[in-house]
């Protein structure tokens, strides 16, 4: 019988992301691979497939390219303005290559023939270095803008943005090689024969441990773990970035998206009324003495479940106040659940946009930034009710999702409105001990048929595989012969290792905490061995963790 302590592991506490990365779709992705799964291969169509592999995280690669061109105006005056505006992973390669750092002269924002701006210029070596997103895949004009910096005899180097904020000294390791004449493929090749492990290592971090050989991985480099007793293939896994999710879809792959918004779920409220609250302020500014409190269920339209810091200095009975005023009365009590909440407003939704606080997780140890307001939200968010964000769903953009259309597949977006059944933690060691809250989710009849019609269903995130799981133990139950059937109601299913997956065959997720029941959750799909092993490779390539962290997509073990 497997206990909490089972799903313990070391995380260095430099790998919780605690902001967003620049663009959403600049994560990482981990791919991970049990045992009777590892002869699955990437499938790339073409176009924007090959280009996002062949750029893919950590890899920097010469391949003639720069992306800024200015159209219309001063070319001068636009070049001035980016050297005063630059990105934060062009800042930090520009504090490592200027003054002659890497032993020549480098310029940046340089403009080019009055045709083109460049982010980072040797004019001595005919080397540009470009630092940007994906804005450039499939881009048409790209091939005469190549062709144009050819014929000026100028070779590119074009880096991700996240390439240099995660790994800098790779980056500068392959700038070095190129100023110094030495290929890509020559790096690669040197790789290959140096540093990938022997069949049956179960210690690849050597093969791992110079961040020039990790910069040169090839797109298709996988790391395999094997049992330390021997034995067959425990699990493969593959560095990768999230546009490479494009290529392991299919004709006929439905993906599965949890479309439940955020909303600002923690506020200040006071057991007398605040002065700002007299003065009509309304702000969020917290004084001396008020309690804290994120709301996480609810129960109706007025009443909701909350957590509160102070929770044994707030009775059954009292009346609190919010910053612009709003009464709250506390119903009930719970050691477990916390305060039971009645609003006395028209509409508590409406309360919380003017005094509420987006509900970040403590272990990012920071107050909300205006920035959270978006970023802590995925795009295709609509209904509201969640007091966590679904975090797997933050690394899409709309580009991206019309491409997973593009691929054949088809997009369904559920609903689980996130509250304490998702990450509230596992207090007792005897996993049967653990009370799982309930939380909302819901699957429309029309959206079963869709899902009952894949050929695979590919989860995005924890949410909404526990959703579609939720449904397809009724399915089971109600012998419809189904993956699933439609669902509206509470949830608390806890899925732990011995589960047995009846909907989703491919899981896309973040990394999670250890002891969590997300990460039992993970390893009862994927394996614990297996994601214990993706881990810690994880942690060596310093992948980002939790919910502004990188992903990985799981392949269902014995699929």
């Known amino acids: 019988m497997l206990h909490t302590s089972d799903f313990d592991f070391d995380l260095p506490p430099e790998l919780i992301a605690s902001h967003p990365l620049e663009r959403r779709d600049a994560s990482r992705m981990l791919v991970v691979l049990p045992h009777g799964t590892a002869n699955i291969q990437p499938r790339p169509c073409g176009g924007v497939a090959e280009h996002a592999q062949s750029c893919n995280a950590m890899r920097g690669r010469v391949n003639n390219e720069i992306h800024h061109q200015y159209r219309n105006g001063n070319i001068k005056e636009l070049a001035s303005n980016m050297r005063k505006n630059m990105t934060d992973a062009e800042k930090k390669l520009w504090y490592c290559i200027n003054n002659k750092q890497l032993g020549v002269q480098f310029r940046r924002q340089y403009v080019i023939d009055n045709k083109y701006i460049a982010d980072f210029v040797c004019l001595e070596k005919k080397l540009i270095i470009e630092v940007d997103g994906s804005q450039h895949i499939e881009n048409k004009k790209d091939e005469t803008r190549t062709q144009y910096l050819n014929q000026s005899g100028f070779n590119v180097i074009r880096f991700w943005n996240w390439d240099i904020l995660e790994n800098v000294t790779g980056c500068l390791d392959i700038i070095v090689d190129v100023l110094n004449n030495d290929s890509f493929e020559k ?13 049956g290592s179960t210690n690849v971090a050597h093969c791992l441990a110079d961040p020039a050989a990790r910069a040169g991985l090839d797109p298709t480099h ?30 006929g792959d439905v993906v599965v998206f949890n479309n439940s918004r955020v909303i600002p779920a923690r506020f200040n409220a006071y057991n007398k009324i605040p002065p700002q609250a007299q003065r009509g302020e309304g702000n969020r500014a917290a004084v001396a003495g008020d309690h804290e409190i ?5 129960v109706n339209d007025h009443d909701w479940w909350g957590l509160c810091k102070k929770f044994n200095k707030i009775n059954i009975g ?6 612009d005023g709003t009464k709250i009365r ?23 946009n003017n005094v509420g606080k987006m509900p970040l997780p403590p272990y990012m140890k920071r107050d909300e930034e205006i920035a959270d307001r978006e ?13 966590a964000a679904p975090t797997a769903g933050l690394h899409f953009t709309p580009e991206l999702m019309s491409e997973i259309e593009a691929r ?35 699957i429309t009849p029309e959206q079963s048929d869709i899902i009952n019609n894949a050929k695979r269903v590919i989860a995005v995130g924890t949410t909404s595989m526990r959703t579609l799981e939720s449904a397809a133990i009724r399915a089971r139950e109600s012998g419809a012969g189904t993956r699933v059937v439609p669902i509206c109601d509470n949830t608390n299913i806890f899925i732990t290792p011995g589960y047995k997956f009846g909907a989703v065959d491919i899981l896309l997720t973040n990394f999670h905490l250890p002891k969590s029941t997300l990460f039992m959750l993970v390893s009862a799909f994927a394996g614990l061995d297996e994601m214990k092993s993706a881990y810690a490779h994880a942690v060596a390539e310093k ?3 939790f919910s502004y962290g990188d992903c990985c997509l799981l392949f269902k073990k014995d699929a």
Request: aromatic content about 10%.
């Open 187 to 199: 790096r690669l090749a040197k790789f290959k024969e140096q540093f990938v492990p022997a069949p």
């Open 222 to 251: 996988e790391v395999k773990f094997y049992p330390a007793n021997g034995g067959e293939l425990g699990v493969v896994l593959r560095d990768a970035h999230i546009r490479d999710f494009l290529d392991y879809i299919k004709p």
């Open 294 to 298: 994120t709301l996480h269920t609810s």
């Open 318 to 323: 009292d009346t609190l106040t919010m910053d």
């Open 330 to 352: 506390v119903l009930d009590k719970d050691d477990e659940s916390g305060l039971l909440l009645h609003f006395d407003c028209d509409n508590v939704f409406d309360v919380l």
């Open 375 to 387: 970023r802590y939200q995925t795009v295709y968010a609509e209904p509201l009710g969640s007091m």
């Open 408 to 442: 054949g597949a088809k997009i369904v977006k559920i609903t689980l409105h996130v509250g304490a059944g998702t990450w509230m933690p596992v207090k007792t060691e005897n996993l049967n001990e653990h009370k799982m809250h309930s939380e909302w989710c819901c």
């Open 543 to 545: 992948y980002r963790f």
